[in-house]
């Protein structure tokens, strides 16, 4: 009941404006949001890098529908990029095609996607299509299509466990080659395209990470680089300690070394299982998101565990 309600918060328009502006909102965003600052987001992903965990940097932001907020989001991602050279970051970037223009022309998107993933290439960063919610995912893959018959091949996808049609999706890509990380899914989606219960989408979840570690031994997919800025073939995304527990025994059984399987966290989320994976020698990236535009990402985080609700209130009323 409590996680619908902030789904639906986190798209409503009246709610956002209410909200982003109280200062007190603000404060309680840093536990999952790490500034809105491009500086004080490379200072959290320099943290990260001193105890060995590599980042994935998201420039928050969704769903904008002017062209101008497209266009001003694809400057700020080159922005990042180039900071991310300049600064020698473990890190790639992650990023959502509603941000740069999906919702309003797909050949503006495509524009943008194509401008960014050619200025990543060439500083050798790797780039993570973050998936958004299920009307998003043909034109998602369209776009990934389109950069790979531009040839730019360091982009992935994301594969949500609680879609009927995810493990279908992740074979064709697989197949192909596509780096994936595979999550659970964080939108509201109706009953016709999604799972209902818990122990389906983890059970999806698990089978889906199956195939995903099978792929990357049968392929040979490489190891996660040494300077952090690429991900093996397949990442884990997740804080449930049974799907992360389930991956890596897969992974042990069917021989895959572990630099091969790269888990993955949310900044701020469960860090010392992110630090214990790290000292059992998985590579692990955790996902760091920046910017003003952090509203639907809280409510999304406080939908996944409205625990977090009492954290959140506790901000309102601390002095
Ligand atoms: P689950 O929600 O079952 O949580 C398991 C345990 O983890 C909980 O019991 C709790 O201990 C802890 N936990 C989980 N969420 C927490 C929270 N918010 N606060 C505190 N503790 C929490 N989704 C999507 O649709 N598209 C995408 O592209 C991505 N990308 C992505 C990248 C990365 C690196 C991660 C880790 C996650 C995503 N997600 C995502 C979000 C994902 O779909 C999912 O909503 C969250 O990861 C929560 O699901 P879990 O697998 O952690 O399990």
Redesign the pocket.
């Known amino acids: 009941m409590l996680r619908s309600v902030f789904q639906y918060l986190s798209r409503s328009d009246w709610a956002r404006s209410s909200l982003s502006g109280w200062g007190l909102a603000r404060r309680a965003s840093r536990r999952?949001v790490a500034g809105e600052t491009l500086e004080e987001a490379t200072q959290a992903v320099q943290a990260l890098n001193r105890i060995n965990l590599a980042a994935?940097l998201a420039h928050l932001g969704e769903e904008v529908t002017m062209e101008a907020e497209a266009n001003q989001a694809r400057q700020d991602c080159l922005a990042l990029l180039n900071a991310m050279d300049e600064l020698q970051l473990g890190a790639y970037v992650?990023l959502k095609l509603t941000q740069i223009g999906l919702a309003i022309d797909f050949e503006l998107c495509m524009e943008n996607m194509l401008e960014i993933a050619r200025a990543a290439a060439v500083n050798d960063i790797f780039i993570r299509i973050?998936?958004?919610d299920s009307s998003t995912i043909d034109q998602t893959l369209s776009i990934h299509y389109g950069l790979r018959r531009q040839g730019l091949r360091d982009v992935g996808l994301?594969f949500?466990s609680y879609l009927f049609r995810s493990e279908h999706d992740l074979r064709s890509a697989v197949e192909a080659g596509i780096p994936v990380?595979i999550?659970?899914?964080?939108?509201q989606e109706p009953h016709s395209v999604a799972f209902r219960k818990?122990s389906e989408v983890?059970a999806n979840?698990d089978r889906m990470a199956e195939i995903a570690l099978e792929a990357a031994r049968d392929h040979g997919s490489g190891s996660a680089s040494k300077n952090g800025r690429k991900p093996p073939q397949t990442a884990i995304?997740?804080?449930?300690?049974a799907?992360i527990a389930h991956a890596e025994g897969y992974a042990q059984e069917i021989g895959l070394p572990k630099s091969a399987l790269e888990f993955?966290?949310?900044y701020g989320?469960?860090a010392e299982l992110q630090r214990a994976l790290r000292a059992k020698g998985y590579p692990v990236?955790?996902?760091v998101p920046y910017g003003a535009q952090w509203y639907s990402y809280l409510m999304?985080?406080?939908a996944?565990?409205p625990?977090?609700l009492w954290f959140f209130l506790s901000n309102f009323f601390r002095r």
């Open positions: 999952f994935t992650s973050d998936m958004e994301v949500q990380r999550v659970k899914g964080a939108y818990k983890d979840f995304a997740s804080h449930d300690e799907r993955q966290l949310l989320i469960r990236r955790v996902y999304r985080r406080l996944e565990r625990a977090n």
